[in-house]
Nanobody, 122 residues
Framework: VQLQAFGGGLVEAGGSLRLSCAAS????????VGWFRQAPGKEREFVAA????????YYADSVKGRFTISRDNAKKTVYLQMNSLKPEDTAVYYC????????????????WGQGTLVTVSS
């Protein structure tokens, strides 16, 4: 599975962005997909994850109620809708995929896309 994340950019606080994670490979629809982020000088952290069917979604407490993860297996794409953005959401965002159940542990994900930078100005 190859992943490509895009959709980042510069937005003012309170604004919205939608990130996309486009995948190639036959087994994408059977994989859990997660979004992680890494801010300057900080460790990578879990943001959200979604099951292969899209029936289950998981969020970090810091984004719950503001971010929504979804997927379209026909398009082999996972989305992260980010609303009410805050300056502390500024980071490089990565999508990742794994075979197996939910986890928010980044090293359990087997496939990673390149990051896309999200900058939220105050």
């Amino acid at each position: 599975v190859q992943l490509q994340a895009f959709g980042g950019g510069l937005v003012e606080a309170g604004g919205s962005l939608r990130l996309s994670c486009a995948a190639s490979g036959r087994t994408f629809s059977s994989r859990f997909v997660g979004w992680f982020r890494q801010a300057p000088g900080k460790e990578r952290e879990f943001v959200a994850a979604i099951s292969w069917s899209g029936g289950s979604a998981y969020y970090a407490d810091s984004v719950k109620g503001r971010f929504t993860i979804s997927r379209d297996n026909a398009k082999k794409t996972v989305y992260l809708q980010m609303n009410s953005l805050k300056p502390e959401d500024t980071a490089v965002y990565y999508c990742a995929a794994r075979t197996g159940p939910y986890t928010n542990y980044d090293l359990s994900y087997d496939y990673w896309g390149q990051g896309t930078l999200v900058t939220v100005s105050s």
